[in-house]
């Protein structure tokens, strides 16, 4: 910090086990989003039509006062059911993420938001397979001898692991990446395989073929340690090596050979994350895959079995969290699922929903069949309040905007979901402008609609060491540590013995049957199939030897960008001009079909909705598939619009999980001149298609 009171660095702590010192690509420019010029400073009131962006800075009294008596007005003639908070993980914090989503809307009885559009499949897929999400620490990497990076692209996404896998491959590890698309870790894997997207539960079931057939499996592991084993096997045997070719379009001597070398090598690594989950069978694709380290006993192994989420390490008292239980608090209201937004505001939800609180989150960006959200954001009946520290494309259709702060303006903890260590937030400078934190405007709300319980009045420390107190009790991973020693070291590891560091060593699961669950009658009740399987995406393209005809859809990929968390950091003009434009990237055998070009603006469209995409002929994605980065902002562009408006609010299979990645579509070149594409350069100066 300057004289000023100005941050002037932001820089990693060199004495974090994982981060050893360095920022990923995002957070190195985290001051332009601190000091971006077109920050939001102050309250503002819409003052033309919804969407036209005419705002008038009006008192945060003003804001407070015409808030809650809309919400009064609301709750008395509708039911305060009508009201829906919408938010994700812009903060990830306890505080201002977890708190914030739960104890005032638990008092207001508002509307609960299901917030499964991220990895809500595959959290339910992995506590029903093996009942909780324990990954190792990244360290452990180092101690595999092979590792299978599925469906995930960490130095994206994940750039902290990268330096413990290169640490691996010196060793003598063998990276193996199954992704369609050659992702920027898959560059530096030594193999890549490309399968269909949606058909990853067939190459498993086909490579658990294999290990059976060849006698390659663990009996006696499996038979200690699992449950539902014939069930599974009878599943097994019908997915023969020539059956997954044919499914999932790799030759049947890749399955074989990635099969026995995961058979044979141990300890091997498993690593998968999110991405994988957003099909319509998203959430069998991973009960399938958290089932291979199983069959070969990878489990419980340093250096083997599954790297997922560390998120269960640490699980916070829920009742301490959002104080649900109290007397003042209505009974809990209708569950409404963010991935159907768009639906929820355009009549499925009954009764209507007549108010929508936005924070932590851009959902006409990010959130599928945009077109939609969109329509249901246009109603002149619906009062739309943004939080944020930007006028996003979600705030343009609001009728009120309030200012948030950054990360260095307020106080929080974070728990590790891809390590093992707490991390607490200090503020490092004042709140800009009139900026507030969401905990503080929630205390805020709850005084001005009259809630007088005192906890929706503590400070964001005093609601950590209460929450803190309430868990330790609970979670031996918080022994030792205290409110004090965080604020004092920032960053302590959790309280894990030694012996217990390697996810289920002592054989021991957290299922009901403490063991594998292959057949989970869990799953049974919920009414899936208790038994891993392969099914067909909803919206899907066969595998077929021949390139098809120009007017054939074809799935498109929409992965996480490099430089973009979701939408978080893609108005910082450095970090688009690192990702250059909104590109799709198209085999040349579906290029040359289509007569589309490199360069070449591109209409990508279904019965959803299209927006406009600029060719990147490339090898990088197989023939059959397409591949887009996301979440570009539409504003930036001159047809507002993104992939987001192709995407399907359809829910996975399991848990109400989002589908992103079941997106059937057409492309199409579209023709224009230099003239006309020079005059359409949006407000940072990176090029964006009409």
Same mark, same amino acid.
């Given at each position: 910090?300057?004289?000023?009171?100005? &941050?002037?660095?932001?820089?990693?702590?060199?004495?974090?086990?994982?981060?050893?010192?360095?920022? /990923?690509?995002?957070?190195?420019?985290?001051?332009?989003r601190? =000091?971006?010029?077109?920050?939001?400073?102050?309250? %503002?009131?819409? #003052?033309?039509?919804?969407?036209?962006?005419?705002?008038?800075?009006?008192?945060?009294?003003?804001a407070?006062?015409?808030?809650?008596?809309?919400?009064?007005?609301?709750?008395?003639?509708?039911?305060?059911?009508?009201?829906?908070?919408?938010?994700? *993980?812009?903060?990830?914090?306890?505080?201002?993420?977890?708190?914030?989503?739960?104890?005032?809307?638990?008092?207001?009885?508002?509307?609960?938001?299901?917030?499964?559009? /991220?990895g809500?499949?595959?959290?339910? &897929?992995?506590?029903?397979?093996?009942?909780?999400?324990?990954?190792?620490?990244?360290?452990?990497?180092?101690?595999?001898?092979?590792?299978?990076?599925?469906?995930?692209?960490?130095?994206?996404?994940?750039?902290?692991?990268?330096?413990?896998?290169?640490?691996?491959?010196?060793?003598?590890?063998?990276?193996?990446?199954?992704?369609?698309?050659?992702?920027?870790?898959? $560059?530096?894997?030594d193999?890549?395989?490309?399968?269909?997207?949606?058909?990853? &539960?067939?190459?498993?079931?086909?490579?658990?073929?294999?290990?059976?057939s060849?006698?390659?499996?663990?009996?006696?592991?499996?038979?200690?340690?699992?449950?539902?084993?014939?069930? %599974?096997?009878?599943?097994?045997?019908? =997915?023969?090596?020539?059956?997954?070719?044919?499914?999932t379009?790799?030759a !049947?001597?890749?399955?074989?050979? @990635?099969?026995?070398?995961?058979?044979?090598?141990?300890? *091997?690594?498993?690593?998968?994350?999110?991405?994988?989950?957003?099909?319509?069978?998203?959430?069998q694709?991973?009960?399938? @895959?958290?089932?291979?380290?199983?069959?070969?006993?990878?489990?419980?192994?340093?250096?083997?079995?599954?790297?997922?989420?560390?998120?269960?390490?640490?699980?916070?008292?829920?009742?301490?969290?959002?104080?649900?239980?109290?007397?003042?608090?209505?009974?809990?209201? $209708?569950?409404?699922?963010?991935?159907? %937004?768009? &639906?929820?505001?355009?009549?499925?939800? +009954?009764?209507?929903?007549?108010?929508?609180?936005?924070y932590?989150?851009n959902?006409?960006?990010?959130?599928?069949? #945009?077109g939609?959200?969109?329509?249901?954001?246009?109603r002149?009946?619906?009062?739309?309040?943004?939080?944020?520290?930007?006028?996003?494309?979600?705030? !343009?259709?609001?009728?009120?905007?309030?200012?948030?702060?950054?990360?260095?303006?307020?106080?929080?903890?974070h728990?590790?979901?891809?390590?093992?260590?707490?991390?607490?937030?200090?503020?490092?400078?004042?709140?800009?402008?009139?900026?507030?934190?969401?905990?503080?405007?929630?205390?805020?709300?709850?005084?001005?609609?009259?809630?007088?319980e005192?906890?929706?009045?503590?400070?964001?420390?005093?609601?950590?060491?209460?929450v803190?107190?309430?868990t330790?009790?609970?979670?031996?991973?918080?022994?030792?540590?205290?409110?004090?020693?965080?604020?004092?070291e920032?960053?302590?590891?959790?309280?894990?013995?030694?012996?217990?560091?390697?996810?289920?060593?002592?054989?021991?699961?957290?299922?009901?049957?403490?063991?594998?669950?292959?057949?989970?009658?869990q799953?049974?009740?919920?009414?899936?199939?208790?038994?891993?399987?392969?099914?067909?995406?909803?919206?899907?393209?066969?595998?077929?030897?021949?390139?098809?005809?120009?007017?054939? %859809?074809?799935?498109?990929?929409?992965?996480?960008?490099?430089h973009?968390?979701?939408?978080?950091?893609?108005?910082?003009?450095t970090?688009?001009?690192?990702?250059?434009?909104?590109?799709? !990237?198209?085999?040349?055998?579906?290029?040359?079909?289509?007569?589309?070009?490199?360069?070449?603006?591109?209409?990508?469209?279904?019965?959803?909705?299209? /927006?406009?995409?600029?060719?990147?002929?490339?090898?990088?994605? $197989?023939?059959?598939?397409?591949?887009?980065?996301?979440?570009?902002?539409p504003?930036f #562009?001159? +047809?507002?619009?993104?992939?987001?408006?192709?995407?399907?609010?359809?829910?996975?299979?399991?848990?109400?999980?989002?589908?992103?990645?079941t997106?059937?579509?057409?492309?199409?070149?579209?023709e224009?001149?230099?003239t006309?594409?020079?005059?359409?350069?949006? *407000?940072?100066?990176?090029?964006?298609? $009409?």
């Open positions: 910090m300057d004289e000023n009171g100005r &941050a002037v660095s932001v820089r990693g702590r060199s004495n974090h086990p994982v981060t050893r010192g360095w920022l /990923c690509a995002k957070v190195n420019r985290y001051l332009e601190v =000091y971006h010029p077109e920050r939001v400073l102050y309250p %503002l009131r819409r #003052s033309g039509p919804k969407g036209s962006g005419q705002f008038t800075r009006i008192s945060w009294d003003e407070l006062a015409e808030i809650s008596e809309r919400w009064r007005q609301i709750s008395a003639q509708h039911g305060a059911d009508c009201i829906l908070p919408y938010s994700y *993980a812009g903060t990830l914090g306890l505080v201002q993420g977890g708190v914030t989503d739960a104890r005032f809307w638990n008092r207001l009885g508002a509307s609960q938001l299901v917030r499964a559009i /991220c809500y499949a595959a959290e339910d &897929a992995v506590m029903l397979t093996i009942g909780g999400r324990l990954a190792p620490s990244p360290e452990d990497v180092v101690h595999s001898k092979l590792i299978l990076i599925w469906g995930s692209n960490p130095a994206s996404t994940a750039p902290h692991v990268v330096p413990f896998l290169r640490e691996a491959q010196r060793k003598g590890a063998r990276i193996v990446v199954i992704d369609p698309i050659r992702t920027l870790t898959a $560059r530096s894997a193999q890549h395989i490309q399968p269909l997207p949606g058909t990853d &539960a067939a190459l498993a079931l086909s490579m658990m073929h294999v290990m059976v060849e006698g390659l499996h663990d009996e006696a592991w499996i038979e200690q340690h699992t449950v539902g084993w014939e069930q %599974l096997r009878e599943r097994i045997m019908q =997915y023969p090596p020539e059956r997954g070719a044919a499914i379009g790799l !049947r001597e890749t399955i074989v050979e @990635l099969a026995r070398a995961y058979a044979t090598t141990k300890p *091997a690594m498993l690593r998968i994350s999110d991405g994988i989950n957003r099909h319509t069978n998203g959430g694709t991973v009960r399938t @895959l958290v089932s291979l380290p199983a069959v070969v006993g990878q489990y419980g192994v340093r250096g083997g079995g599954l790297m997922y989420s560390t998120s269960d390490w640490l699980k916070w008292d829920k009742a301490a969290l959002g104080h649900a239980h109290e007397e003042s608090c209505p009974p809990p209201t $209708r569950s409404l699922n963010m991935n159907r %937004l768009g &639906a929820v505001l355009t009549g499925e939800a +009954d009764p209507p929903v007549y108010s929508l609180y936005v932590n989150g959902p006409a960006a990010s959130t599928p069949n #945009s939609k959200v969109i329509e249901g954001l246009l002149e009946d619906l009062f739309t309040v943004v939080h944020d520290l930007f006028e996003t494309d979600t705030a !343009r259709y609001a009728d009120i905007i309030l200012p948030a702060t950054s990360q260095l303006e307020q106080v929080d903890l728990k590790p979901y891809g390590h093992l260590s707490l991390q607490y937030n200090t503020p490092a400078i004042e709140p800009q402008g009139e900026a507030r934190s969401n905990w503080d405007v929630m205390r805020a709300l709850a005084a001005a609609m009259g809630f007088e005192p906890w929706l009045q503590q400070d964001a420390e005093s609601v950590i060491a209460e803190l107190a309430a330790a009790g609970k979670q031996p991973t918080l022994q030792g540590i205290t409110l004090e020693r965080l604020k004092a920032g960053s302590i590891p959790l309280t894990i013995p030694e012996n217990e560091r390697v996810p289920f060593q002592d054989g021991v699961f957290r299922t009901p049957s403490q063991k594998v669950e292959f057949y989970s009658e799953a049974l009740a919920k009414g899936y199939d208790p038994v891993p399987d392969w099914v067909p995406e909803v919206e899907t393209r066969p595998a077929t030897a021949q390139i098809a005809g120009k007017d054939e %859809l074809l799935p498109l990929l929409n992965p996480a960008a490099h973009f968390v979701s939408s978080t950091f893609a108005n910082q003009p970090l688009i001009s690192k990702e250059r434009t909104p590109t799709l !990237r198209i085999n040349p055998e579906d290029a040359k079909v289509r007569g589309i070009r490199n360069g070449q603006m591109v209409k990508v469209g279904n019965e959803r909705g299209w /927006c406009h995409l600029v060719a990147d002929v490339s090898e990088d994605v $197989r023939p059959g598939v397409l591949a887009t980065t996301t979440v570009w902002w504003k #562009s001159p +047809d507002r619009r993104n992939v987001n408006w192709t995407t399907s609010d359809r829910l996975a299979d399991f848990n109400g999980g989002s589908t992103f990645y997106n059937l579509v057409s492309v199409e070149a579209v224009h001149n230099e006309e594409d020079a005059a359409h350069e949006n *407000a940072v100066g990176v090029f964006v298609p $009409r």
